[in-house]
């Protein structure tokens, strides 16, 4: 028995040492298994963090956009209401440029009939002009052949300077006349005055 006592204490001390170094391994490996989590822990936190930072970049990053996106979006109406006034502009200057041509040619007609009324009118003047110094030209010669006609009246008939004939007194004195005493041309009035007298014309410039 005594001898049996030793190795029975031998092996159950043993047994508690076993007992206690499997125990002591056991915590080990749980505190490197909780170390092993600790740190995947920390490397979760470091890329929650991460990721909170980069959705806090990206959001920056959308509102950037967004801004852009308004921006874009208002430099594109401006855009369209500039081609709009644009448009419009060109509208009312083609409009303008049309209402100058037609102006323009409304002007030329104007100018074209006022200067064909001015030659008309020049040309009327010039002809009434020949007409009356024809017409005064004709009047004069009458005037010369009646007082001729008085001159011979007055020889042949022994009158004094101071005589006054009347029309059908020398009307057989005019050469051609077949009874008809000269008119003037102008409608003029022949006064035949006294033999010493020139006879005279009612329209100015019908002078002898």
């Known amino acids: 028995m ?5 190795w029975i204490l031998a092996a159950a001390f043993a047994a508690c040492a076993g007992a206690l170094y499997f125990s ?11 170390r092993e989590q600790v740190q995947q822990m920390d490397a979760m936190r470091t890329q929650v963090d991460d990721l909170q930072k980069q959705a806090a970049a990206n959001a920056d990053e959308m509102t950037a956009m967004q801004k852009d996106k308004d921006e874009l979006l208002k430099l594109r109406g401006q855009v369209r209401q500039m081609q709009d006034e644009k448009a419009q502009l060109t509208k009312q200057l ?13 002007a030329q007609q104007v100018q074209a009939r006022a200067t064909e009324t001015a ?30 006609a008085k001159q011979q009246w007055a020889l042949e008939n022994n009158k004094t300077g101071n005589d006054v004939p009347q029309p059908q007194d020398i009307l057989r004195y005019i050469p051609n006349s077949n009874g008809i005493f000269p008119q003037c ?8 005055n006294a033999v010493n007298k020139a006879p005279t014309c009612s329209i100015p410039g019908h002078v002898l």
Do not use: F
Request: glycine residues 6%.
């Open 2 to 6: 005594k001898t049996i006592l030793p």
């Open 119 to 148: 030659k008309q009118m020049a040309e009327s003047q010039i002809l009434q002009a020949k007409q009356n110094a024809t017409a005064a030209s004709t009047c004069i010669n009458n005037l010369r052949i009646i007082d001729g």
């Open 24 to 34: 002591g391994s056991a915590k080990d490996q749980q505190l490197a298994s909780l």
């Open 94 to 106: 083609a409009s303008a440029q049309n209402q100058a041509e037609r102006s323009q040619a409304e």
């Open 185 to 192: 041309p102008s409608g003029g009035r022949y006064t035949l």
